[in-house]
């Protein structure tokens, strides 16, 4: 069944793949699974026709024959639960791969996106500086207990899991902030995420939409 | 087996169920599983044996067994896809739904603990007025949208699940917030949650922590 998943018609981190459709893309590369790719203007995420996919008018979207889903936490998870490779089949580690997908997009990218939030929208204010101290101290935290329990291990909990996947695409917000200079098993464990040959795939064809400026049909 | 679960010893929010452990107790209500509390200080929670079962130090946890899992989301999750009532069993229904619950978690649930989250640390800032203001408009955009989502539906999609279970728990941290006033059909939809037999036996022994200042364990 063919899958179709939306995106950026031009990428606004400049092709730095830290929007959404970005781990939708590594999640369908680890499985190996082909897409097709609907790229959107911004003006066409608030037209009704996408709104009825997706009712924030975000990106990413995916489609599969009647099926519409929005969200790139649950996307990933429907290819995760389909397709071999990115979940443990033994039900307790299964579940615990589980916790770290939401763990990754509640708990650690909370502050995450509070912080580039507001270097977006407020480093104009008189408040700034003073708050991007708070809201440094916040991220500090809260990736500082991520480490903890890291440790020196290659994954989250055993195998590379779709809990993994998540964590280290939120966790690539943070490039350009210096925060993960003090955590250098977190600069590690992103590394070692941005290496696996799926993460480069998508990562390649997320980038030639950004330099090519056309549509790209991601590889088989 | 026995499911034990941790919360608050003493209630931030004085029993009005805003803690993360309200969804958890509601979903094990849905699905009629009994339970067992270990309450917790806030002290207690930065010990090492409370992170050994949650990285980031919070509540609430679930044990079952060797099972051991953190993260509200992933913790009622694992409650609905074990138990019958909080998911559907079509598939495309269930992907949907559970798209629901990354969507409250991720989507809905950002702007909301942002403000939460001002309204407690940032009162007292020179800036807390003017941030208001720009929090209120973003938390109203995302609220609007949902509501043009539901329109007159009792539910998200079709019958109560577990997506409303959680985006139920999300918008009732905007309780006393006045920002559900003009969304009548969302304060029409939280009080259809709020009816439920299951959230009323829920909410009154999350209450029954605060006003007793024991440790009651869960009916049946």
Redesign the interface.
Known sequence: MTITITAFESSPDRGQGLARDMPVRWALEEVGQRYHMRLLSFAAMKHDAH?ARH????IPTYEEG??????????V??IAEHYPGLLPDEP?AR??A??W???A???V??PI??RD?ATL??RD???FD??LS?LDHRVRT?IG??A??LGDADWLDGVFSAGDLLMIAVLRRLSGSGLLNDYPTLTAYISRGESRPAYQRAFADQLAVFTRGDSPTARP
Chains 1, 2 share one sequence.
Request: proline content about 4%; aromatic content about 14%.
């Open positions: 709104l009712p924030f008018g975000q009647d099926l519409v889903l929005f969200e790139s936490g649950a996307i998870f429907h307790y579940a615990r589980i916790g997908m939401f763990a997009l509640n708990t990218e909370q996106v509070e939030t929208v407020e204010q008189p408040w003073a708050r708070i809260r207990q991520l903890a329990r």
